[in-house]
Structures are given as C-alpha cells and as structure tokens.
C-alpha cells in the first residue's frame, strides 16, 4: 500500500532563494514559463515568467547541454543553471543555464506581446484574451493586490472577533426588493441570485454577534459605465452591540489600516511593478451628506440639482474636496437620506428624512455602503408598513427580531472598485478577472 | 470636522478576561444576549450568551440596582459586575451583576429551547427556523468549525504560494457540460450558473502557476440524500508544474494537517462543545479504483456489479476497510474510469481506460475529487472530438493551452461535507447554514 504523508520536497529554488545574499555560485533547478527570449547570437537571455516574478536565465554557446533552438516563447520548462551577479538584470542576479527540460509547449506563437511592459491593447481585447493578456506582469499584478485586499479584511476581522460566513446566493426573494434581480427557474420555482447576502449576515448577527462574508453578488442593473459590474465580489461585515453607525465607520477605518499595512508588508513587488503609492487611512474626515454637496456645491460652483442624491459627479467633487482641504483621499459621507436606502436602515431620530448610514468615497468613487440597521421588531414592522411593502417572503428574516436582535449594522465593499482605485485604474473592468457587463458574460 | 481613526476601546470584557487567573474581584463591563434565566428565589442565574461563550451571571436580590423582572430571555444586555470564582459555573467564574441596561428586547417569548444542551428538535424545523436555531451553542458551534477549515484551507495556500482568485458565476457554459445546469436569462441572452470554476482556475495556472477560490457553486442534481446539496461551497485550488497527480494528493494531505492543527490550536472551544475528536492526516493509503473495489468486495462479500463505478454504498465500505485494516479515517482512491472523468481529466498513458484522477473518502464519504488535468492543446482537442463534444463557447479556455500551459491538476473539496464528517453529523443540511436542496429554497 502506498501512503501520501505531505509535500514532498522538490529542490526547486524559487526566486527569493535565487536572489539571496550568499546564493552566488549555487547550482539550482528552478521552474517556469518562457516570457521572452532575446537573442543576441553569441549569447542569449530567456526570461522565465515565475509566480513570484521574473528571473533572467542566460543561454550560452557552448556552456549549455542543449540548443537555444529548442525554446519557444510560452513554453514551460525546467532549469538547470548557477547563479551570478549581474547588475543589470532583474533583482540583480540572473542564471547561467547549463540544462533544459522542456515540460510543455504551446501550439502557436502568442497573440499578444504579453513581455512588454505595458500591454498596449485596448482593453475589449484584453478581455477577450484574458488567460493570455493576464500573463503580462503589470496585468496580473492588480490582482495580486486584490488578494491582499481580501486577505487583510479577513484576517483583520478573524482578529476583531468574526465569524465568517457562507450564504445562499440562489433565494426566493432579494433583500433590497425589486427591480435589479435575476430570475431564474429553481425546479419549477421561481428563483433570484442575490444581490446582497444583507439578511442572512443581519440574521447571523443573532447568532454569531459580528459576522462577515466575502462572495458574489448579482445586480440585474443595466448601467453601463466604467464603475458598474452585473456581477461583482462584495466584503461584507455586520456586528452587533454597537453605539452608533460610528462604530462601523471606525471598523472600516481601522481595516483600511491593516489592509494598507499588508500590501506593504507582504506585496511590496507588486506594489513597485504597478508603481503604487499608497494612500493614508489614519484619519478620515466624516462628513453629512448636505455638508457635503453644500461644500463641494460652494467652492466648484456646480449648484445642487437634487437635495436627496449624489450624482456621480459631485461624488468626485467632494472627494476633490476633501484632498484638497484636508489631504484626505478618502472621506465618510454620513446621514443619507431615508428615501434612498433600504428599508431596514436605521432613520436618525433627530430627523427621520435622514438615516444613520454612510458612504465611503476614495478619490471621489463610491467604495462602500454601511449602516446601522433598525433592531426593533416593531419599528421595522412600522417601516415596511409605511413603505407599502409585503412581509412575505421574509418571514424569518422577520422572526430573527421578533425572538431578539442586539442593535446592529454593517457595510458592504466593492473588492473591483476598490482594486481599481488602489491600482489606479479607471476602469473596473482593468480589475475584474473576468468582468460581467450588459454586453459581456465571456470568456 | 469629524474624523475617524480607528476602532475607539469600549472596555468590554471579552470571556477570556473574565476567566482570566487574576481576574477575580475585578469589577468589568460585558455584553451579551440573555440565553437563559433560573429564578432560584432569593438568587438567580442569568446566563449570557456571547460570541465567544457563555458566561454565568448572578442576580442576589438587594446587591442588584434593578430587578429581575426587567429581564428577559432573549434581550440583549450590558451587565456591569464583579468576577468570583465559582466551580459549578461554566469556566469556573461567575458574575455578580450590580448593574444592567437593556440594549434591545424581544417582541415575543422564543419558539425553540435554544438555550437547550441538545435541540431537541428536528432537521425540517431547526432549518425551517434557522436565524433562532442556530442561536443554541451546539448548532452554531458546527459553524465555527466550518469557518477553521475555510481558513486553513486559505492560510495554507497562501504560505504554499497559492493566489487568490475570484471567477465569476454566471457564464455562457459549464465546465462539465449538459444537464446538471441552472439557466437563466442574462439581458436577454441564455447564460447558466457555474457548477465549478474549473475553466476558470485551469486558465489562471497559464497566469499565477498556483490558484485558489472559495466560493458557491451550483448543481441542478435531481438528487435528494443526505449528502447533496444544489449550491455549496468548494474549495478549489489548481497548481502548475505538477510531476503527477500524486503531487496534489500529497497538497491536499498537508492541507488537512495544518487545518487539523489548527482547529486544535484556535477552535478547542467547539471541538469540546461538540465533543470532537479530530481525526489523524498524517499517513493516508492511496489505492487504485480497482484495487479498493476488490478489497471491499472480498472483505464484505460483496458483488461487484458495476467494475466503472463506484456506488455510495461501496465507498462506504471502502472507507471502512480502511478504518479496520489501517486505521485511517482517510483514503484516497485513484484512477478513476476515463468514461466517468470530465473530458479535460488526463488519461492514464499506461491505461487509458482510466484516469491519473482521485476522490478522497473521508469515512466512506467523497469529499474531494481532483486529478491531473490535459495540458497539451492537441491532446485536448483530440479528446474533445473523440467525444462528440463542441468546442464552442470554449474557445478562450482553449486558447490558454493554445498558447502554452504548464503540466497542472487540482482538486474541488465539497465544505459542507467535509464540515459534516469532523462534526459527526450524517446529513449535509445540519452544516449548511441555509441549504438549498430539490425542496428547500428558504429561508
């Protein structure tokens, strides 16, 4: 009988260990993808594209036990070679190839130059090309930054005391109601993806007291703009035994913190390829929301069109705003009005037109929205009454009150947008892996 | 203007200060939910459920600035009160209350005896009222535990040098092809849901070598057990440079060890309230398809009436042989039939008939099915037409092998079973949070 007991260990060095101080002189096998190959006759470089970055490998005549022939770009290989110093390659080392052992090989020649620098394409080519435009360094790198993303948010609440949570996204009925749902047939009943796991997070708040969940949503919206996906990841927290909204906005501040630290710490070389300067979190103004467009309103002499909405371009108004004044690149925009938000947020009992809620906007771009949620059976109850809304359908995200609920609230990031500004993009699409818009639902 | 820059301390105790050794005497402030009261006449015990445990509070007529009878099961309290050891109470301490303030209170007396050592209840109800059943400490405790394997999986991977990734869930195809599909409308043009990321992981390997996603997937399987369930959680991951299959059967085992580490490390809590005893990964047989059919139909005398595939009740006794002659709660069984293996799954070249695949059976039950996949374009191809299968709607997942893609397998492990078997539990549904089944699509 044969037995599996763990990883065995392979002796392939991996980059960090190929460009390490005392790694001089060393005779390694190392693994990857030929990014590129430049040939200068005597003498050859073959740049091998590995997870962990690239490394340069040199071709010799002569020096190696094969034909530099033999290698394709896109091919995958193993390499046998000693490490040098070399100033003017990558890291500062490069590889002396002595053997090759050609692992696969691709049908035809790349159809994008994925080695350069940037890949200079548009981006609908992009992604329709995405497993090979993605192969360029710059390209995937915005997603290695969306790892830390995800990574710092759970980890931070891990540490804050959250549970993580798994919900359906296939249900009976939305949470926000309405229009923006996709249908489907579930066995012969009628079915909606959901486009927020809002009750089910509330509902845990019961069980669990903070809870969070990092997964998909699905918005039937047919916007078409470069900040709209029909299909997008959402980090989502809800917790219990809270003051105020403040303490959410706290929570969000303080995990920008963490997360900030984390790519520093952990991606630094994605940071460096993508040439990021990261923004500060340690103090963030928080604003209402009349403050807000009255300010942005006074000092761009834009006049306000609607008291009770934020267009997207006063949205990035007040973010100018709020850089410019107070050198902020992020700004809490606090007391919506009741009319725009959902049913279950918290109205503000000093002036009930207005809720408990807020948005976080980054260089003038909607990231999150948060809130504290009523708690009371009753006055939710009273809300869906005065909205002219059904309680079918909601029949236990109903009980969850009536048996009980500690005061709550909580909020909800988008993990594309939020890549994107980071990145620096202004496209969340450049931020997707494999966006979902109106006109796109492949590759 | 307001700023905010971070979370603000509340001085709350959390349980682990409060059973803390030098905590005796001290006069804290706690919160939490009212799991059940025990008037004792001239003393009573009210017992507060907190995220992180119970914690037994005492009310002494006369040393309480308020009366019993402002308290009800369910509410949700701050308690301000002195720590005193005390043997018969849970953790060894109690709190003698001095102060109390109602923070939310219930609309009605609760259904269920959640604060109950056992529901005593059955499977249909407990689901049919979940957001109050699972307030009982041995139904949510299943869900802790279930949040440790994610984790583990995640931490794991990340140290392995895994990337994060996000697919999306609406596409135009499956990846497994034909019947088990939801379809829906997507702005009027057919799309379905994705019953695996597959593609979408295959193609990321050509991009970061080593991926991972954690996320819902979806199966219209008419199946009704105890072990199906139509959407759940899958832990993917796919890996590069793979030297065979065995490579990603010897992932997975490290990966059950370093969870099963940390579950004993972070989540002894729940193990205890659950009375786990963790199983052991450190040696796990692989047997051949085959093989492990003929060794459970000697040892059981059991007729084979299938030699391609293998029924629930034979893995079961497969799982069992195991147990008895090895003592392993795990095996893994390879070379699964080619005819039973999605198309992409590699042949074996010694044998073509099967496959270089495995399933890992956890005390008789699948919980993972993973193998080495084809990497070369034209075998792909060949193996696509030799089975009367379309290339259409895959021409970029076959673009990726097109352009040159590294040797690679991976694996897809089903959470809530896997939670189901460290948790003892012989239905899938008791650790789903909100499963969806053939008859179940609420709440």
Redesign the interface.
């Given at each position: 009988?044969?037995?599996?007991?763990?990883?065995?260990e392979?002796e392939?060095a991996?980059l960090k260990s190929v460009i390490a101080e005392d790694a001089e002189g060393k005779q390694v096998r190392t693994?990857g993808?030929i990014h590129t190959i430049r040939d200068m006759g005597e003498v050859a470089f073959v740049i091998l594209r590995?997870?962990?970055g690239l490394l340069q490998c040199v071709y010799e005549e002569g020096a190696a036990g094969f034909e530099l022939k033999d290698l394709k770009e896109?091919?995958?290989v193993?390499v046998e070679g000693t490490i040098r110093k070399e100033a003017r390659a990558p890291h500062g080392v490069e590889l002396c190839m002595c053997n090759v052992w050609i692992?696969?090989?691709?049908?035809?020649?790349?159809?994008l130059a994925v080695s350069k620098w940037k890949l200079n394409t548009s981006l609908e080519t992009k992604l329709?090309?995405?497993?090979?435009s993605?192969?360029n360094i710059r390209e995937?790198a915005k997603?290695?930054i969306?790892?830390g993303i995800?990574?710092g948010f759970?980890d931070f609440l891990?540490e804050?005391?959250f549970?993580?949570?798994?919900?359906?996204?296939?249900?009976?009925?939305g949470a926000e109601g309405g229009s923006n749902l996709?249908?489907?047939?579930?066995?012969h009943?009628p079915?909606v993806?959901a486009q927020s796991p809002q009750f089910?997070k509330q509902?845990?708040v019961?069980?669990?007291?903070?809870v969070f969940e990092t997964?998909?949503v699905?918005r039937?919206e047919?916007h078409n703009t470069k900040r709209h996906l029909?299909?997008y990841?959402s980090l989502d927290l809800e917790m219990?035994?809270i003051?105020g909204f403040?303490d959410i906005?706290?929570?969000?501040?303080?995990f920008l913190?963490y997360m900030l630290a984390l790519l520093e710490r952990e991606y630094a070389p994605e940071l460096k390829i993508l040439d990021i300067t990261l923004p500060k979190a340690?103090?963030?103004?928080?604003?209402r929301f009349d403050e807000a467009k009255r300010l942005a309103s006074e000092k761009y002499g834009r006049r306000i069109r609607n008291p009770y909405d934020l267009e997207p371009e006063e949205e990035a108004l007040i973010g100018r705003y709020f850089k410019e004044e107070?050198g902020s690149d992020f700004v809490?925009v606090t007391h919506y009005p009741s009319k725009k938000r959902p049913f279950y947020a918290m109205d503000d009992p000093a002036d009930p037109k207005f809720t408990l809620s807020f948005d976080l906007l980054y260089d003038g771009l909607e990231i999150t929205t948060g809130g504290q949620r009523i708690?009371?059976?009753?006055m939710l109850l009273a809300k869906i009454a005065a909205r002219g809304m059904t309680e079918e359908?909601m029949?236990?995200?109903l009980?969850?009150?009536?048996?009980?609920?500690?005061?709550h609230g909580g909020l909800g990031i988008g993990?594309e947008r939020l890549t994107m500004k980071l990145a620096g993009e202004d496209n969340v699409r450049e931020t997707t892996?494999?966006?979902?818009d109106?006109?796109r639902?492949?590759?």
């Open positions: 009988m044969e037995f599996m007991t763990g990883i065995r392979k392939m991996d693994e993808t590995r997870r962990d896109g091919a995958s193993r692992l696969s090989e691709p049908a035809a020649p790349l159809p329709n090309m995405r497993p090979v993605l192969r995937r997603f290695r969306q790892e995800v990574r759970r891990y804050q005391g549970t993580e949570i798994h919900t359906p996204k296939i249900g009976a009925k996709f249908r489907l047939d579930y066995f009943h079915a993806l089910y509902m845990m019961g069980v669990f007291d903070r997964g998909p699905f039937a047919k029909n299909e990841t219990g035994y003051d403040e906005m706290a929570m969000e501040t303080e913190q340690d103090r963030i103004p928080a604003v107070y809490f708690h009371d059976y009753d359908g029949e236990q995200y009980d969850a009150f009536k048996y009980g609920m500690p005061p993990l892996l494999f966006p979902r109106l006109s639902l492949t590759p």
